[in-house]
Antibody, heavy 118, light 108 residues
Framework: QMHLLQSGPGLVKPSETLTLICSVS??????????WGWIRQTPGRGLEWIGS???????IYNPSLASRVNISLDTSRNQFSLKLRSVTAADTAVYYC??????????WGKGTTVTVSS | IVLTQSPGTLSLSPGERATLSCRAS???????LAWYQQKRGQAPRLLIY???SRDTGVPDRFAGSGSGTDFTLTVSRLEPEDFAVYYC??????????FGQGTTVEIK
C-alpha cells in the first residue's frame, strides 16, 4: 500500500525558500502510473494546486506560482520535493503532497503546516 | 476552469439524503471531475473520480453524476461519519487542476 510521508520546516522566514520533501513508500517515483504533486490549502484561497511532476522529471506548475516554484524527483531516495522561493505571509498554508493516477489526487500525505514569519 | 459549489452549507440529520452541486465555468470532460471529503485536521480523501467512479473502499451510499458543466455528489443516507466538507475538482484549462470552494455538510 502506498504511503506519502512529508517532512520539512513548519516555520520559514519571509524572502527565504520553503523546501518540503515527500517520501514515497509502496511505489516507485519512477512509475509511469502516476504523476506526483503538491497542493496547498488556506482558509482564504481553499485548495490550490501548486504543481506536478512526471516519472521522467517533467514538471508543470500553476501559472500563479510558476516563477517561484520548482518540483523535482530524487529517484535514489524515492522522494519528490517542493521548493518555493521568496516566500511571503501569503504562502502560509497547509501543504500536501499527493499522487495523481489520472486527473485526480488519490493518495495524500498528512500535510505540513507552514507559517511564514520572521 | 472555475468551480462553484452549492450550497455553502447543508444542515441535515443522519439518515437524510445530501445533494451537493458543482458547476463549472466551462465544459469538463467526464473523466476529469472528482470529489473529495475532508474532515477537520485531515487531508482530503478521494471519494469519486471520473464523475461517477467510487474510489477503493468508498461506501456505495456515495454517488456522483453529471456532465458538461453541472455535476452532483449524492449521499443517499447520511451516516455520522459523513458530516464533513466536500470539494469537487476538475482537470483542464489553466491552472491545470482547480478545486471548488467546498460544501460543509453539518448536523442539523
Amino acid at each position: 500500500q502506498m504511503h506519502l510521508l512529508q517532512s520539512g520546516p513548519g516555520l520559514v522566514k519571509p524572502s527565504e525558500t520553503l523546501t518540503l520533501i515527500c517520501s514515497v513508500s509502496g511505489e516507485s517515483v519512477t512509475t509511469t502510473r502516476f504523476f506526483w504533486g503538491w497542493i496547498r490549502q488556506t482558509p482564504g484561497r481553499g485548495l490550490e494546486w501548486i504543481g506536478s511532476i512526471a516519472h521522467g522529471g517533467t514538471s508543470i506548475y500553476n501559472p500563479s506560482l510558476a516563477s517561484r516554484v520548482n518540483i523535482s524527483l530524487d529517484t535514489s531516495r524515492n522522494q519528490f520535493s517542493l521548493k518555493l522561493r521568496s516566500v511571503t505571509a501569503a504562502d502560509t498554508a497547509v501543504y500536501y503532497c499527493a499522487n495523481d493516477p489520472l486527473a485526480r489526487w488519490g493518495v495524500w500525505g498528512k500535510g505540513t503546516t507552514v507559517t511564514v514569519s520572521s | 476552469i472555475v468551480l462553484t459549489q452549492s450550497p455553502g452549507t447543508l444542515s441535515l440529520s443522519p439518515g437524510e439524503r445530501a445533494t451537493l452541486s458543482c458547476r463549472a465555468s466551462q465544459t469538463v470532460d467526464n473523466s476529469h471531475l472528482a470529489w473529495y471529503q475532508q474532515k477537520r485536521g485531515q487531508a482530503p480523501r478521494l471519494l469519486i473520480y471520473a464523475t461517477s467512479s467510487r474510489d477503493t473502499g468508498v461506501p456505495d451510499r456515495f454517488a456522483g453524476s453529471g456532465s458538461g458543466t453541472d455535476f452532483t455528489l449524492t449521499v443517499s443516507r447520511l451516516e455520522p461519519e459523513d458530516f464533513a466538507v466536500y470539494y469537487c475538482q476538475a482537470l483542464g484549462g489553466s491552472p491545470m487542476y482547480t478545486f471548488g470552494q467546498g460544501t460543509t455538510v453539518e448536523i442539523k
